[in-house]
């Protein structure tokens, strides 16, 4: 009688699957040719993070454990793409100062709606477009930092807005983007882009940003990847029943083990300001 079930169950699920790669494949050739080669506008990013968010009671995740392991309690950290925000509220729970720059108002107001629901100070907030001239002084922040914001850009484009990113701050620009030697990252995301599932628009993986960071006239540049354990979460967007099975094998892996070598998520890149406090600086990669 089990055995049978199971199968029942199986059938079920394997039908269940084949209708949605069915619905997805639609939703694909509904998409406008070139989508996947173009960023997304701002109201394009304003629903990838619609929806509320829980209030932030401490520094929880692992994109904000690793800002806090390369910045100070007290110096002002300028987030460029905030996105949801998350990281910068917990970064707020530590005594760091946040300033989230975003091209959508819309993104913008739900940080600033996190931070209230939070009960943190309000975040300074500005309204810009990474590719053009940012409308904030020299040396007006100390770290200007990102995730999941770079890799939207050729190597030719990030060039100007990483130089950008230096002009404004005084100590350090941090960058975390997928690498590109993330097997079940790579996996993830072909699956979602040939069945319409990418809500992200034009994503470049990257093997090193480096030679990009010191063309912009950053020096000490240090890189390592960081966040193995998001490895499997793009699965998620084509494949939610095999995705918790995958993620329960990943996760009961040791960080020892040679499967997960190199196979961090995202991509950590640290440079330096030419004249940064050589004290301030004294936090490196290797303390993340």
Known sequence: MLQS??????RLERGSRRQRLRLL??????RREGDLQRTNSAEQWAQVYEGETKPVTGLSGSVAGTIAGLTLPHEILLEA??????????LATTGRKIHLLDFSRQVLDRGADLFHRSQLDAPRLTLADLTKPLPLPDRSVDVVWSSGVLEHWSDEELTPIVREMKRICRRAVI???PSSRCVLYRLGKAMAEE?????YGREIPRD???????DAGLVNVQEKTVCADWAPKVLWLTDPVMMPLIDRWWQSLSDTDPVKHDQGY???TVGQCPSADAEANQHTIADV
């Open 25 to 30: 494949a639609r939703q694909a050739a509904q």
């Open 195 to 199: 069945h319409g599932a990418w809500p």
């Open 5 to 10: 079930l199971t199968k029942l169950l199986l």
């Open 175 to 177: 960058s975390l983007v």
């Open 208 to 214: 090193s940003l480096r030679q990009t960071f010191q």
């Open 266 to 268: 995202l991509l950590l």
């Open 81 to 90: 793409g905030c996105g949801s925000a998350v990281a910068s509220a917990e």
